[in-house]
């Protein structure tokens, strides 16, 4: 249990774990934000309060190559099972941020990413997408009382892939805009206070998810192919897994 989370919640939150496994529901929550070591420390956080044999962590490395057939097929083999709960540190979307900051063109990966998205859920995916917002001023008085905040289990705070000086906050956030969806919409969630960010998080997951195993999503007038698309066909498969 978090210490920062109340018990009722934390209560709360172990309720609708047992109702995933006993319905078999898929759920995956996506972590992004500007500082790794932030995202890392609410994950471990949020991953104390729950029971470990349902649930799965995953830290992706982003490649800058949103369309790379290795990176996409690294997600989908991690994509949660019946009855589990799959955390992603970091995402398909690192990757753009990535490829942006290197100079490269991301104009088709909005509609790439709506596109796997839409491949998730449809197939039973419920999808919580969460950005920890921080300001670059306060990243490392934050990352610092993060450090000190005596946690519940032993951790530490990793390097991260994209330079926060680099993070285009403007950037991802027209990002976010552009794929935030009725099925898979973004939460921001502030994280300058531990202790509220773990409040906000779980009071988010748990009605995200309520609302998605109790709604049934909208399927859209589509032919076959654009209702299950093979995020493979839109890979370059001429590039080599190093």
Known sequence: MSGSVPDELSNELTALQ??????????????????????GRVANEFMNMLEPRGTTYTHFIPQGKPDSPHQVMSYITREPANGTIAIYDRSWYSGMMLAHINGQDTKDFCENSLSYERYMTYNGVILVKVFLDIKEDDLDDVAGIFAKKKSSSPTF???DHIGSKGFDRKFFRKTMEETSTENAPWDVIDAKQLDDTMVQLVRTFIDRVNFRMGTPYKQPDLSVDERYPNPRETADLTQKAK
């Open 18 to 39: 047992r109702r995933i496994v006993d319905t078999k529901s898929k759920v995956l929550l996506v972590f992004e934000g500007r500082s790794g070591r932030v995202i």
């Open 157 to 159: 705070l990793t390097d």
